[in-house]
T-cell receptor, first 118, second 108 residues
Framework: GAVVSQHPSRVICKSGTSVKIECRSL??????MFWYRQFPKKSLMLMAT?????????EQGVEKDKFLINHASLTLSTLTVTSAHPEDSSFYIC??????????????FGAGSRLTVL | GEDVEQSLFLSVREGDSSVINCTYT??????LYWYKQEPGAGLQLLTY?????DMKQDQRLTVLLNKKDKHLSLRIADTQTGDSAIYFC????????FGIGTKLQVIP
């Protein structure tokens, strides 16, 4: 089945530094990937849609200059949290569409990245 | 906008059936999904149902869709301790909206 690899799984950084999270589709091409943020006891919040070869589409309220998304190839999207602050600490999850033989467009998720900003 | 609601918590005894319920508001939903999230992990697709279906069965999992009431349920037969996780209901096609997740606790 489709596999999405996300790296790193855990990262701790100092306030003011930048952190890059990678999301790779391992056995399929993903023209579109999605980045979510999950708060404790909350649902997943869609941050942005990453489009291969073009600019990401950000959801309302998400700062595009703070959360930089690059989708340089059909198998890789990156999320960079710039000038991280403690309030950016969260669980970030990426997903990619995997076109099933049934025609359904289902989302395959990475394992997530736990970011802790000190 | 679209909204998906689920209860927060469900506790069942090992071997019993679990039923997790979900309601949604978008009547134009084409696909509805159930995802499972184990602690510290990403989401794993369990099953999905197309909106023109009212039931789908996959081994121990049964999904029931009542489109009139916009109600979706996931039944897990013979629940095992390994089924303990958070279960997310989701709907959508281009943009998927998730519920808050139901934490299933299986008591041995």
């Amino acid at each position: 089945g489709a596999v999405v690899s996300q790296h790193p799984s855990r990262v701790i950084c100092k306030s003011g530094t930048s952190v890059k999270i990678e999301c790779r589709s391992l056995d399929f091409q993903a023209t579109t990937m999605f980045w979510y943020r999950q708060f404790p006891k909350k649902s997943l919040m869609l941050m942005a849609t990453s489009n291969e070869g073009s600019k990401a589409t950000y959801e309302q309220g998400v700062e595009k200059d703070k959360f930089l998304i690059n989708h340089a190839s059909l198998t890789l999207s990156t999320l960079t949290v710039t000038s991280a602050h403690p309030e950016d600490s969260s669980f970030y999850i990426c997903s990619a569409r995997d076109r099933r033989s049934s025609g359904a467009n289902v989302l395959t998720f990475g394992a997530g990245s736990r970011l802790t900003v000190l | 906008g679209e909204d998906v609601e689920q209860s927060l918590f469900l506790s069942v005894r090992e071997g019993d059936s679990s039923v997790i319920n979900c309601t949604y508001t978008d009547s134009s939903s084409t696909y509805l999904y159930w995802y499972k999230q184990e602690p510290g992990a990403g989401l794993q697709l369990l099953t999905y149902i197309f909106s023109n279906m009212d039931m789908k069965q996959d081994q121990r999992l049964t999904v029931l869709l009542n489109k009139k009431d916009k109600h979706l349920s996931l039944r897990i037969a013979d629940t095992q301790t390994g089924d303990s996780a958070i279960y997310f209901c989701a709907e959508g096609y281009q943009k998927v909206t998730f519920g808050i997740g139901t934490k299933l606790q299986v008591i041995p």
